[in-house]
T-cell receptor, first 115, second 112 residues
Framework: DTGVSQNPRHKITKRGQNVTFRCDPI?????LYWYRQTLGQGPEFLTY????????KSRLLSDRFSAERPKGSFSTLEIQRTEQGDSAMYLC?????????????FGSGTRLTVV | GNSVTQMEGPVTLSEEAFLTINCTYT??????LFWYVQYPGEGLQLLLK?????DKGSNKGFEATYRKETTSFHLEKGSVQVSDSAVYFC???????????FGTGTRLLVSP
């Protein structure tokens, strides 16, 4: 078990471009979460999946953001027409189905810089 | 809604000093409480947790006790090391969905 893997680690893009991040969860975890963390702040919830079903999305997730988890394995987070305000660390986490009190396992994150 | 409030940082200590980082929460029902640690350039690591009132979570010399009467989950360590320098996040998850809600984090700086 290699933990939660996120790629790329860093991404620099020009404003208006599209970017896609990938998250590979721990294999036996069927819940997967995306969070966004800006400098000096705690992570903020974006969305979560149970298997391939996206069960909740935060109001933070504008129409430019889309997340998928085909086949309930890895997940991708795409941001279209990036804006400077999208610059942040994007964190992925996974947990077993019965996560009450379990806590999540986080990946190392993808740091996005929009210039 | 649910929320977590942490003390402002940075907290600056000398090696072997006693550490307290305050955390209070607002939540309905009986949330689970967590402390996560984030080292520079890395993701978050679960440090300890408690799932019900009066539970004490502990790990690597850190402790925190779930106090429902004061809605608190303060992090303590008897003797900090330079390697403990990091940002510490208090978080809660509700009984239903288990979405984590984080505080803003407290940076700890330990000098030799």
């Amino acid at each position: 078990d290699t933990g939660v893997s996120q790629n790329p680690r860093h991404k620099i893009t020009k404003r208006g471009q599209n970017v896609t991040f990938r998250c590979d969860p721990i294999s036996e975890h069927n819940r997967l979460y995306w969070y966004r963390q800006t400098l000096g702040q705690g992570p903020e919830f974006l969305t979560y999946f149970q298997n391939e079903a996206q069960l909740e999305k935060s109001r933070l997730l504008s129409d430019r953001f889309s997340a998928e988890r085909p086949k309930g394995s890895f997940s991708t987070l795409e941001i279209q027409r990036t804006e400077q305000g999208d610059s942040a660390m994007y964190l992925c986490a996974s947990s077993p189905r019965t996560a009450q009190g379990y806590g999540y396992t986080f990946g190392s994150g993808t740091r996005l810089t929009v210039v | 809604g649910n929320s977590v409030t942490q003390m402002e940082g940075p907290v600056t200590l000398s090696e072997e000093a006693f550490l307290t980082i305050n955390c209070t929460y607002t939540a309905t029902g009986y949330p689970s409480l967590f402390w996560y640690v984030q080292y520079p350039g890395e993701g978050l690591q679960l440090l300890l947790k408690a799932t019900k009132a009066d539970d004490k979570g502990s790990n690597k010399g850190f402790e925190a006790t779930y106090r429902k009467e004061t809605t608190s989950f303060h992090l303590e360590k008897g003797s900090v090391q330079v390697s403990d320098s990091a940002v510490y996040f208090c978080a809660l998850s509700d009984q239903g969905f288990q979405k984590l809600v984080f505080g803003t984090g407290t940076r700890l700086l330990v000098s030799p």
